[in-house]
C-alpha cells in the first residue's frame, strides 16, 4: 500500500466500513493553540481524534516517545482500530504528527496505514465537506488490533552511539532546521545546545514538501535523498528535535520507494541532554 492518499481518494473511502480515519494534529514546540478545539470545530467526517500524547510513554522524561505494547494496543483498541482496518492519518496543519501516527502504526505491525496527503488544508481545497463536535466510535465485530512490535524501525541511544562510533555503517538524516543543525540557531526547549550528532546528514523535513504541503514526486525525494549520501542498500535512521519531524523522513523514504527504516525516537531531545554524547557544532 502505497503510504500516501489524495483527498479525492479518501473521499472515494468514507463509506467503506475498514476505514478508520485519525485526527493527528498536536501542537509542536514554538505552536500555541487547541487540537481537541480545532478538531471539534472542524474535521473529516468519521475522523476520531488521535492524542499524540496520549500514544507516548508516560513514565519518559523525554517528549512523546514510543509507548508499551499494551497501552498502545488499549488506546488503538479504544479508537476502533481493528487488525483489518485501513487507517487514514491527517494532520490540520502540517504533516509531521500524521507521520508520526503512520509511523507508530508500522512500527506496532499495522500496514494499513496511509497519510492524507497535504492534510485537512488539501482536503478543504478539494471543495470537502468537514463534521463538528465529537466522533462516537463505532461497536466492532471484526478481529482486535493485535500489535507485533517491529524492533529493528526503532533505534535508542546506544544504538545511535554505535553508529556514531562506526562512521559509514548507517546514514544519519536529520530533519530539523538547518540552523539548528549547524548550531547557529537555538533549539526550542530551553537550555538544550543545538548542533548534531557526527556523521549525520542535514535534511529539514519541509525540504520533502512543496509549497502547499504535499509530498514531492518519488523522482524528485529520491534526488534529496541521493544529495544526502543515501545510496541503494544502506540502512538510513531518522532523526530530529523528539522524534516527530522524523517520521516524516521516515515516510518520504517509503513514498520515494526507498523501503522502511528506523527512527532515533529520544532524537535531539535525548541525545543533547546526555552527558558525554559528542555534538557537532559545524555544517556537514
Known amino acids: 500500500m502505497h503510504p500516501l492518499i489524495s483527498a479525492e481518494d479518501l ?21 500555541k493553540f487547541d487540537p481537541q478545539t480545532c478538531f471539534l470545530s472542524g474535521h473529516i467526517p468519521g475522523a476520531r481524534r488521535f492524542d499524540i500524547d ?13 509507548p508499551g ?10 479508537l476502533g482500530v481493528h487488525d483489518g482496518a485501513h487507517i487514514i ?13 503512520w509511523w507508530l502504526m508500522g512500527l506496532f505491525g499495522h ?15 478539494a471543495g470537502l465537506r468537514l463534521e463538528t463536535g465529537p466522533t462516537p466510535v463505532p461497536a466492532q465485530d471484526t478481529p482486535p488490533f493485535v500489535a507485533r512490535p517491529r ?9 545511535m552511539l554505535d553508529i556514531v562510533h562506526a562512521p559509514g555503517s548507517s546514514l544519519i538524516l536529520d530533519a530539523r532546521a538547518h ?31 512543496t509549497d502547499d504541503g504535499r509530498m514531492r514526486p518519488p523522482h524528485e525525494l529520491r534526488q534529496i ?4 549520501g543515501m545510496r541503494p542498500g544502506m540502512e538510513a535512521v531518522c532523526t530530529c528535535g523528539s522524534g516527530m519531524t522524523a517520521c516524516v523522513l521516515a515516510l518520504g523514504l517509503v513514498a520515494a520507494g526507498l523501503g522502511q527504516h528506523a527512527v532515533y525516537d529520544g532524537s535531539w531531545a535525548e541525545w543533547a541532554s546526555t552527558p558525554g554524547t559528542p555534538i557537532v557544532t559545524r555544517d556537514a
Open 179 to 209: 540552523g539548528r543543525f549547524t548550531g547557529e540557531q537555538p533549539e526550542p526547549r530551553a537550555g538544550m545546545p543545538s548542533g548534531h550528532m557526527p556523521g549525520a546528514s542535514s535534511m529539514p523535513y519541509t525540504t520533502l514538501l
Open 225 to 228: 535523498f541521493a544529495a544526502a
Open 54 to 66: 496520549a500514544f507516548s510513554d508516560p513514565d519518559s522524561p523525554l517528549p512523546h516517545t514510543v
Open 151 to 159: 524492533i529493528r524501525r526503532l533505534k535508542g541511544l546506544g544504538d
Open 69 to 78: 505494547q499494551a497501552r498502545f494496543t488499549r488506546l488503538a483498541r479504544a
Open 11 to 31: 473521499d472515494r473511502c468514507l463509506s467503506h466500513d475498514d476505514v478508520v480515519i485519525l485526527d493527528a494534529t498536536q501542537a509542536l514546540p514554538g505552536q
Open 89 to 101: 492519518f491527517y494532520d490540520q496543519k502540517g504533516v509531521a504528527c500524521a507521520a508520526r501516527g
Open 111 to 125: 500496514d494499513r496505514t496511509q497519510v492524507l496527503d497535504g492534510g485537512l488544508p488539501a482536503w478543504q481545497e
